[in-house]
């Protein structure tokens, strides 16, 4: 099969190009000259990718596995258009397939990661295995059943010490001699025989307990060699595929990846699309002309990219290329000014274009990579997002700082460069006692609301046993897409985490248990305006509850990753109301974000 494709394989020959503007643009400084270099994502090359994706909804096996793909429109020596499509990473578990772009490495890095591939999916099949071994279930439900009659257990007993209790007064009064030491022995005997029943209900528990624990901790003890090892083997790989990289781009140099990109380098550098895709390009005499990348399949680990979406050059993997990658393209497209959201130049809009000297590559955390651009536009950005005005500001003192949360905005820094943006790392940038700055809870990326965070350890491990506690009092506030019938109630059902299908959380016995109160507060025609009162905290604990059958059967008003197929800008869900205790005076503070839908 073509690796080149005629651009009728992906939209037909009526379609009519409108005049929408360019809605993003790959960008880079040319190593050598220090020029801005870009390449637009055209609403052109975005209808040959809707095509793409139309071709990969027709497959299911495109749906389980989540990863983007893209395509990029070039042109020939001859001067005709065409298509290149590629996938990141690997696509059903083999670096290589007909009719995509395939992967950088030479034939012998193939062979060994073929090997390794096959041993990895091993050994995640196997880990599965160790997580769903019936020995869990039935640890749970049992230990569930004998809560529940030690329960039963111990309210009898109880009831029968008061009325031994009781009875013994009783006897005290009307009883002497002989007569009242046989009826307080009886009493004590009685006492005994319950001590007795208690112990032999304890010997059955762990009798029948004691060998699925056993099971459990042997499965516990191999999956953790599993994950010793397959991390292993992925750094090994790892290693042996930077080791073997080498990009090309149109001004005939050709790099290994670690020069382009020193020190420790990210996982799965090399292996986005973009860089596959322009590196083709550039070894096959083909001239780029837009590009396209979107995301395909279940939504990625982090819950951020979800099914159909554009998305552009990652900040740490490919972003630091672009600049090699396009260098030599004898044909620019214009540059237009920056748009809200748009991949932003670490210079200022007058320097683009102007001859720079040549700048190093991009290093994690250097001042000339990821942390700097960030600083350089953190006051606009905290500007836009309201984190320095007054209103934003919903509580501080000397221990403790309260920030209404805008949606789209992290609470903590991420694992990696392109996540460091959040509440906590613009704090850190913007107090002068900022370093000390750390969140006593957090919210996720798209909802907004209160969220507390302490300027000091002392405080920070006070509130974390609030938490911990439940003795903090927490409401929500959210729109679900349908009609909730019943006024109020409570949710009660444990969220487990799939490891083979995060971030997603479901209801299952293996989980943590859960607890969410809810009380309607309006309903139309086709919503429901409600607040929940979460008593515990586990990942998407709301969301979930709303969303699940088993709970309300409705999801959040643009909760995508759940089920909500509203075409709406926000998930609808605000943390409203925060009441805690303050770690130094010991007063009862009550913050209230008023909801913004």
Wanted: charged share 25%; glycine share 8%; with cysteine.
């Amino acid at each position: 099969m073509m690796t080149l494709h005629l651009i009728t394989d992906f939209i037909g020959l009526d379609y009519v190009a409108g005049d929408s503007p360019v809605s993003y643009w790959y960008e880079g400084y040319c190593p050598q000259t220090g020029k801005l270099l870009t390449l637009p994502r055209t609403p052109f090359v975005e209808a040959i990718a809707s095509g793409l994706r139309q071709q990969l909804a027709t497959d299911a096996r495109y749906s389980h596995e989540g990863k983007m793909y893209g395509v990029l429109l070039v042109e020939t020596a001859a001067g005709e258009q065409r298509v290149l499509k590629a996938f990141s990473g690997l696509l059903h578990g083999r670096s290589t397939v007909a009719g995509w772009v395939g992967a950088i490495e030479g034939k012998e890095l193939a062979l060994e990661e073929a090997r390794t591939l096959d041993m990895l999916a091993a050994m995640k099949q196997e880990l599965i295995a160790l997580q769903q071994i019936p020995e869990r279930q039935e640890y749970a439900t049992l230990v569930q059943d004998f809560e529940t009659r030690w329960q039963q257990l111990t309210i009898l007993h109880r009831d029968r010490k008061q009325q031994r209790q009781s009875q013994r007064q009783v006897f005290q009064d009307t009883l002497a001699g002989v007569a009242l030491v046989e009826v307080l022995a009886q009493l004590d005997e009685q006492s005994r025989q319950d001590g007795i029943d208690r112990k032999l209900f304890k010997r059955q528990r762990d009798r029948l307990l004691q060998p699925l624990q056993q099971a459990i901790e042997q499965a516990d003890k191999r999956t953790h060699e599993l994950k010793q090892q397959r991390k292993s083997l992925s750094r090994q790989l790892q290693a042996l595929m930077h080791a073997s990289y080498r990009l090309s781009n149109f001004a005939g140099e050709s790099l290994p990846l670690q020069q382009l990109m020193a020190g420790s380098l990210p996982t799965g550098t090399g292996a986005c699309c973009a860089p596959k895709l322009l590196h083709y390009a550039a070894t096959h005499d083909l001239k780029p002309l837009a590009m396209a990348e979107f995301w395909w399949g279940s939504p990625s680990t982090n819950g951020e990219k979800v099914q159909g979406e554009f998305y552009g050059a990652c900040a740490e993997r490919c972003q630091p290329l672009m600049g090699f990658l396009l260098s030599g393209l004898q044909r620019r497209s214009p540059q237009p000014p920056l748009q809200r959201g748009a991949m932003r130049s670490p210079h200022p809009p007058e320097d683009r274009g102007a001859i720079r000297s040549p700048q190093p590559p991009l290093q994690r955390g250097a001042k000339n990579g990821f942390v700097s651009p960030f600083s350089r536009r953190i006051k606009g950005d905290l500007q836009d997002l309201c984190i320095q005005t007054k209103e934003s500001i919903l509580y501080e003192d000397e221990w403790l700082i309260a920030v209404n949360k805008p949606p789209g905005l992290l609470s903590v820094p991420g694992r990696y460069s392109d996540r460091y943006d959040s509440v906590v790392s613009r704090l850190r940038y913007l107090l002068p006692d900022g370093m000390a700055i750390a969140a006593s809870h957090r919210l996720d990326l798209e909802t907004s609301g209160i969220l507390l965070l302490t300027r000091d350890r002392a405080s920070y491990r006070h509130l974390s046993q609030q938490f911990q506690q439940r003795r903090v009092r927490k409401v929500y506030e959210a729109v679900l897409a349908g009609c909730v019938r019943q006024e109020s109630g409570t949710i009660q059902l444990p969220l487990w985490g799939d490891p083979s299908d995060r971030p997603y959380q479901k209801i299952d016995a293996r989980g943590k248990p859960s607890l969410t109160e809810f009380q309607v507060i309006a309903r139309s025609k086709d919503s429901t305006r409600i607040q929940f009162f979460p008593l515990t905290g586990r990942t998407h604990q709301l969301r979930v509850h709303a969303a699940d059958s088993r709970g309300l059967g409705i999801p959040i008003l643009g909760d995508r990753l759940y089920g909500c197929r509203a075409q709406v800008e926000r998930l609808h869900l605000h943390a409203r109301e925060l009441c805690f205790e303050h770690p130094y005076s010991g007063k009862s503070i009550s913050l209230y974000a008023e909801t913004p839908f």
